[in-house]
């Protein structure tokens, strides 16, 4: 199956620092996705990607589907508290139905 | 809007124990449900998905079963827990033709 090596697993920065993080995919994906996860609280989608090079920002943040569909970014410009939680990309590849792959996530951490 | 409800928030249950719980989803029709279990290793396991009602798919053979006996709702069973049993599971929707899923707020269960 799809495997995601999502890198790094934790980030300690301070605030106003910007953050990027990364996943890269055995296989070829159709869809990326970035979530982030507060502690005791179910993922929130923070952005989709759907077509190779696509650059997509919401707010601070800025994701970018990888040209050859095996890997996507996400990076935070100048880093605030509430930044602080667990990020998770997540990938749908052709042919596995409804399912996603998701990566093992990036605990960040942001010292005001 | 949509909107994903989960219950309880907790729980905690005897080994042996049986075990219920239920998510529902309003302001959609006909959606994909998911229930995913989360350990503190923080990486998210697909256990069942659903594309309408009465059609489970098991992703992991376990102890654990799943049911949808309306459209919008989704409940995860078990006879029997383990100690292993314990983990925050995550239950979530998407549209059929989209790959976005969209997460409860969880609930911990803890298996002593």
């Known amino acids: 199956g799809q495997q995601l090596n999502q890198s790094p697993q934790s980030m300690f920065i301070q605030e106003g620092e910007d953050v990027s993080m990364n996943c890269t995919s055995s296989s070829i994906f159709n869809t990326w996705l970035w979530y982030k996860q507060d502690p005791g609280e179910g993922p929130v989608l923070l952005i989709a990607?759907?077509?190779?090079?696509e650059l997509t920002s919401n707010g601070r943040l800025t994701a970018q589907f990888g040209i050859t569909r095996k890997d996507s970014f996400l990076n935070i410009s100048a880093s605030i508290p509430s930044d602080v939680g667990i990020y998770f990309c997540?990938?749908?590849?052709?042919?596995?139905?409804?399912?996603?792959?998701f990566g093992k996530g990036t605990l960040l951490t942001v010292n005001p | 809007s949509q909107t994903i409800h989960q219950w309880p928030a907790t729980l905690v249950q005897p080994v042996g124990s049986p075990l219920s719980l239920e998510c529902t989803v309003e302001?959609?029709?006909?959606?994909?449900l998911y229930w995913y279990r989360q350990a503190a290793g923080r990486g998210l396991q697909l256990l069942f998905y659903s594309v309408g009602i009465g059609q489970i798919s098991s992703e992991v053979p376990q102890n654990l079963s799943a049911s949808r006996p309306q459209d919008r709702q989704f409940i995860l069973s078990s006879k029997k827990l383990l100690l292993s049993d314990s983990g925050f599971y995550l239950c979530?929707?998407?549209?059929?033709?989209?790959?976005?899923?969209?997460f409860g707020p969880g609930t911990r269960l803890t298996v002593l």
């Open positions: 997540a990938g749908h590849a052709k042919g596995s139905n409804y399912k996603l792959t």
């Open positions: 302001g959609t029709s006909n959606p994909n």
């Open positions: 979530a929707w998407s549209v059929t033709s989209i790959n976005e899923q969209f």
């Open positions: 990607l759907y077509k190779a090079g």
